[in-house]
T-cell receptor, first 112, second 115 residues
Framework: QQQVKQSPQSLIVQKGGIPIINCAYENTAFDYFPWYQQFPGKGPALLIAIRPDVSEKKEGRFTISFNKSAKQFSLHIMDSQPGDSATYFCAASIMTGNQFYFGTGTSLTVIP | DTGVSQDPRHKITKRGQNVTFRCDPISEHNRLYWYRQTLGQGPEFLTYFQNEAQLEKSRLLSDRFSAERPKGSFSTLEIQRTEQGDSAMYLC?????????????FGPGTRLTVL
């Protein structure tokens, strides 16, 4: 059973566009939601994370929007660049717990 | 801060052989995690340690898998009698539980291919 559902599976945008990746969860005990970026052959790298007591968090060109009542959160990449082309994973965890539950990933391609 | 390191980066083995991977976490991190990632999927949790104690194991971690963290620093993951289905990227991550952030930092992974 997939604890975190992620969509779309793949996404193609023009340079400067704003790709949006969505994730949904069911377990209301989750209280930490990170996003990771992964390039081929590399491990995932933390981009940005949010806790459910805020509805939005920005770090540079990356923004997380969080809707606690809908149990959904999304990643927005402002002014996307070809170097942003990678696979993005959302995840969720219980902060006092241990494991992260990852989504299935979104392959983003930014066309110059 | 040199990051999480893993060794080897790639391993090709024949079915039935044993393999061992090593992970060195970020030095001040007391938690260490192992995940497995197959092509086109997100990482799946295998097990984690707090200091030297192994606190949880996923049902994905069959009896052929064993992990250790003998001195609460580096960890090893051994797979005995490898099967073709074990082919995957094995990722190690570490975190510091005292920071109340629990952010996990991943290493580059070990790519295992079982022929």
């Amino acid at each position: 059973q997939q604890q975190v559902k992620q969509s779309p599976q793949s996404l193609i945008v023009q340079k400067g566009g704003i790709p949006i990746i969505n994730c949904a969860y069911e377990n209301t005990a989750f209280d930490y939601f990170p996003w990771y970026q992964q390039f081929p052959g590399k491990g995932p790298a933390l981009l940005i994370a949010i806790r459910p007591d805020v509805s939005e968090k920005k770090e540079g060109r990356f923004t997380i929007s969080f809707n606690k009542s809908a149990k959904q959160f999304s990643l927005h990449i402002m002014d996307s660049q070809p170097g942003d082309s990678a696979t993005y994973f959302c995840a969720a965890s219980i902060m006092t717990g241990n494991q992260f539950y990852f989504g299935t990933g979104t392959s983003l391609t930014v066309i110059p | 801060d040199t990051g999480v390191s893993q060794d080897p980066r790639h391993k090709i083995t024949k079915r039935g052989q044993n393999v061992t991977f090593r992970c060195d976490p970020i030095s001040e991190h007391n938690r260490l995690y192992w995940y497995r990632q197959t092509l086109g999927q997100g990482p799946e949790f295998l097990t984690y340690f707090q200091n030297e104690a192994q606190l949880e194991k996923s049902r994905l971690l069959s009896d052929r898998f064993s992990a250790e963290r003998p001195k609460g620093s580096f960890s090893t993951l051994e797979i005995q009698r490898t099967e073709q289905g074990d082919s995957a990227m094995y990722l190690c991550a570490s975190s510091f539980s005292g920071s109340r952030k629990y952010t996990q930092y991943f290493g580059p992974g070990t790519r295992l291919t079982v022929l």
